[in-house]
């Protein structure tokens, strides 16, 4: 589904990411895990072209989007979805008005038609009663569902996540991963979540891909993620503190 061929982003002569090769398989879940500045951001932004690589390649699909116009790269981004990490929702739109947003702006679905699918993503999200409401009037938890029912609106092959459990407790942060891998499953979509927590990458990824100094270190499975030596990696898993963090990749281990 994704692929990238040397890629490499410089930002005023410094480098952001170094030579980066990956593939992010069709229907699966890849976790990009890394420490603040580590380059997880910028490689999110070039994925969905608000930036374009210095060198290399990036292809999705059968397209190569390094060269693309911006009415060609607006016209790929409709086969995507993006759960933004402060959900971005626009304020003076209900939450109903917010989910139908991307259908109304480029579908030329009737309003009965686009009503029908915002309750269904609603439903989804589990929020199938809040579309009256504004987004001042929901929790943090419940931005990031509607964020996510918006992102599926336009039945996307690909759903980008920017820090799903940024600012979220515990038992929300649970509840956002049960219901990524939920999505994941429903919709058999590819699904990217860029993440600095590794209990929440444990819980949902297929794979997990770990940025460091702008260099793409290591990717595999979360069973052999876990078991890896190199302590740039470990040193993430000594942030899982409690038994109950550690679990889900013991589970996946086994």
């Not at 116009?69 to 759960?83: I, N, P, Q």
């Not at 100094?213 to 876990?226: S, W």
């Amino acid at each position: 589904m994704i692929k990238l061929i040397d890629v490499c982003k410089d930002f005023r002569g410094k480098a952001a990411l170094q030579h980066v090769n990956l593939e992010i398989l069709d229907g699966e879940t890849l976790a990009i895990i890394g420490g603040s500045g580590s380059g997880k951001s910028t490689l999110l932004r070039l994925l969905i072209g608000l930036i374009r690589p210095s060198s290399g390649e990036i292809w999705i699909g059968q397209d190569e989007i390094s060269h693309m116009t911006d009415a060609e790269m607006d016209r790929l981004r409709l086969r995507m979805g993006m759960v933004f990490q402060y959900s971005a929702l626009f304020d003076s739109m209900t939450v109903g008005d917010n989910v139908a947003f991307g259908l109304r702006e480029h579908t030329d679905y009737d309003e009965a038609r686009i009503r029908s699918i915002v309750e269904e993503k609603l439903h989804q999200v589990g929020l199938e009663h809040v579309a009256h409401l504004m987004p001042n009037e929901l929790s943090g938890g419940m931005k990031k569902r509607v964020s996510l029912a918006r992102a599926i609106a336009i039945e996307p092959e690909i759903i980008f996540y920017d820090e799903p459990s940024s600012g979220l407790d515990p038992i929300m942060t649970s509840k956002i991963d049960e219901l990524i891998v939920s999505t994941q499953r429903a919709l058999h979509v590819t699904s990217v979540v860029v993440t600095h927590d590794m209990a929440s990458a444990c819980r949902i990824a297929d794979r997990i891909a770990m940025v460091y100094e702008g260099e793409l270190i290591a990717v595999d499975t979360v069973e052999r993620f876990c078991q890896m030596k190199d302590e740039r990696i470990q040193a993430f898993f000594h942030t899982l503190r409690t038994e109950k963090e550690v679990e889900p990749c013991l589970q996946k281990q086994r």
